[in-house]
T-cell receptor, first 115, second 115 residues
Framework: AQTVTQSQPEMSVQEAETVTLSCTYD???????LFWYKQPPSRQMILVIR??????QNATENRFSVNFQKAAKSFSLKISDSQLGDAAMYFC????????????FGTGTSLTVIP | DTGVSQDPRHKITKRGQNVTFRCDPI?????LYWYRQTLGQGPEFLTY????????KSRLLSDRFSAERPKGSFSTLEIQRTEQGDSAMYLC?????????????FGPGTRLTVT
């Protein structure tokens, strides 16, 4: 099974600053998808950003962008101009492109935004 | 339809009792997933339905667990003879089977506490 590793259990950032959350994964597949999900306290998970492995260009969604390094199997999330509403648990997830129905999630990074 | 809904949101039960959770996916989403999330961990895949067919089951899904999706719409997850180790958040997600969309849309979860 694929494994997803998030090595930062907790991170903090000053409001309006930039923070980067790390994620690495292990796979032998060439076709897959990567996701960052946000889980605010007591609220449901929502998709932040996704990346198709076949695309070399890093995905960007407003203040959120990724640094996808396929050879290094690294998929970090950068949050620019951090806002109080960004405080949440962030999960990195992997989905196979061939056999993928399930997601493999990392253990999450708890992000605190300091006013 | 504004999203995936789950009922109940919280369930407290005594060890040995049976519990059943319900998930209503987003309309037109024919794929439905169940995950379990324990404290400090990312969600772990339990099972997957395409329409009414249960196509994948994790080894985590012991014989005390059963899931159904009788008409390809809502789904139920039943746990028989609950154990304290079953205490977790049970998440449901859905996704469409078209348009190249690969993300999953999550519900708010059902938090189970077994005493």
């Amino acid at each position: 099974a694929q494994t997803v590793t998030q090595s930062q259990p907790e991170m903090s950032v000053q409001e309006a600053e930039t923070v980067t959350l790390s994620c690495t994964y292990d796979t032998s597949e060439s076709d897959y998808y990567l996701f960052w999900y946000k889980q605010p306290p007591s609220r449901q998970m929502i998709l932040v950003i996704r990346q198709e492995a076949y695309k070399q260009q890093n995905a960007t969604e407003n203040r959120f962008s990724v640094n996808f390094q396929k050879a290094a199997k690294s998929f970090s999330l950068k949050i620019s101009d951090s806002q109080l509403g960004d405080a949440a648990m962030y999960f990195c997830a992997y989905r196979s492109g061939d056999t993928g129905n399930q997601f493999y999630f990392g253990t999450g990074t708890s992000l605190t935004v300091i006013p | 339809d504004t999203g995936v809904s789950q009922d109940p949101r919280h369930k407290i039960t005594k060890r040995g009792q049976n519990v059943t959770f319900r998930c209503d996916p987003i309309s037109e989403h024919n794929r439905l997933y169940w995950y379990r999330q324990t404290l400090g961990q990312g969600p772990e895949f339990l099972t997957y339905f395409q329409n009414e067919a249960q196509l994948e089951k994790s080894r985590l899904l012991s014989d005390r667990f059963s899931a159904e999706r009788p008409k390809g719409s809502f789904s139920t997850l039943e746990i028989q003879r609950t154990e304290q180790g079953d205490s977790a958040m049970y998440l449901c997600a859905s996704s469409p089977n078209w348009g190249g969309s690969h993300e999953q849309y999550f519900g708010p979860g059902t938090r189970l506490t077994v005493t």
